[in-house]
Nanobody
Framework: QVQLVETGGELVQAGGSLRLSCAAS?????MGWFRQAPGKDREFVAVISLNGGSTYYSDSVKGRFTISRDNAKNTLYLQMNSLKPEDTATYYC???????????????????WGQGTQVTVSS
């Protein structure tokens, strides 16, 4: 069982930047970020392949957010720039325990989840 721990969430003004981190206790394959705003379903944000060579983003964050990973540190990152109030949510990292060439955007494809970190963007 791999444990995932997210950090980096905080209150930031609109237009600002934040970097989220997700530390994994063991080896993982594809990893992703999801978010859940109050009263809404959890939604896909970004995903990255094992070697970092492939990424995919939701339309709502494309061009503003960048997903990356450091496999030597077993850590996933999400650099968030030009933040908007609608980015306010709890952000979760997720990891797949099985290798696949497909990058999934659906929650059910991921085996491990973190506890979430809160990002609040004030207007």
């Amino acid at each position: 069982q791999v444990q995932l721990v997210e950090t980096g969430g905080e209150l930031v003004q609109a237009g600002g930047s934040l970097r989220l981190s997700c530390a994994a206790s063991g080896r993982t394959y594809a990893m992703g970020w999801f978010r859940q705003a109050p009263g809404k379903d959890r939604e896909f944000v970004a995903v990255i392949s094992l070697n970092g060579g492939s990424t995919y983003y939701s339309d709502s964050v494309k061009g503003r957010f960048t997903i990356s990973r450091d496999n030597a540190k077993n850590t996933l990152y999400l650099q968030m720039n030009s933040l908007k109030p609608e980015d306010t949510a709890t952000y979760y990292c997720a990891a797949d325990r099985v290798y696949s060439t497909t990058l999934y955007i659906r929650e059910g494809a991921y085996d491990y989840w973190g506890q979430g970190t809160q990002v609040t963007v004030s207007s």
